[in-house]
T-cell receptor, first 114, second 115 residues
Framework: KQEVTQIPAALSVPEGENLVLNCSFTDSAIYNLQWFRQDPGKGLTSLLLIQSSQREQTSGRLNASLDKSSGRSTLYIAASQPGDSATYLCAVYDSGAGSYQLTFGKGTKLSVIP | DGGITQSPKYLFRKEGQNVTLSCEQNLNHDAMYWYRQDPGQGLRLIYYSQIVNDFQKGDIAEGYSVSREKKESFPLTVTSAQKNPTAFYLC??????????????FGSGTRLTVV
């Protein structure tokens, strides 16, 4: 069964710093990987979607990479801002157990200090 | 604008009561999902449906029931058999293209509390 791990569980950085969030998955036969942001008490907002044939995706100050062979993805946030403070979730989409499902990591809680 | 609407935002349930959480989408997505989120546990799949009048159990279906009578709607009932229903419930949808998709869209969630 697919397992997704996110390290670190929590991260605190000063404003303006560049940072990297890590995501690893146990079964490399995935179709895609999606990064989400969740603010306290809110739903999930999609940040970036990487198809299995892609190596990276970029949106503004965010860049996500995917290395299927090693079972890893990273989310790079440039020039962090206090508004980036949230929990970031990584999820992989695969056909494990015979059905197409999204498996989530437990998230990294990011705090950007002004 | 297209999206997913979950209601209510907050819900309180007395012991022994059944309650129903609403999820409606106007994205014309085929598949819909219900997840439960607990602190420190991540999101866990309760039920999903890929087509009208059909649905499948996820990892933690016990104590829950669903229906899919319309493509746009996927309500979740939390029954009295669910022993620990206090949690944050999230509904999601996605178009169904195997091997390629535009990603999941999530609603804003319903926080259920047992009183």
């Amino acid at each position: 069964k697919q397992e997704v791990t996110q390290i670190p569980a929590a991260l605190s950085v000063p404003e303006g710093e560049n940072l990297v969030l890590n995501c690893s998955f146990t079964d490399s036969a995935i179709y895609n990987l999606q990064w989400f942001r969740q603010d306290p008490g809110k739903g999930l907002t999609s940040l970036l979607l990487i198809q299995s044939s892609q190596r990276e995706q970029t949106s503004g100050r965010l860049n996500a990479s995917l290395d299927k062979s090693s079972g890893r993805s990273t989310l790079y946030i440039a020039a962090s801002q206090p508004g980036d403070s949230a929990t970031y979730l990584c999820a992989v989409y695969d056909s494990g157990a015979g059905s197409y499902q999204l498996t989530f990591g437990k998230g990294t809680k990011l705090s950007v200090i002004p | 604008d297209g999206g997913i609407t979950q209601s209510p935002k907050y819900l309180f349930r007395k012991e022994g009561q059944n309650v129903t959480l609403s999820c409606e989408q106007n994205l014309n997505h085929d598949a819909m999902y219900w997840y439960r989120q607990d602190p420190g546990q991540g999101l866990r799949l309760i039920y999903y449906s890929q087509i009208v009048n059909d649905f499948q159990k996820g990892d933690i279906a016990e104590g829950y029931s669903v229906s899919r009578e319309k493509k746009e709607s996927f309500p979740l009932t939390v029954t009295s058999a669910q022993k620990n229903p206090t949690a944050f419930y999230l509904c999601a949808s996605t178009p169904l293209h195997r091997g390629f998709y535009d990603g999941y869209t999530f609603g804003s969630g319903t926080r259920l509390t047992v009183v």
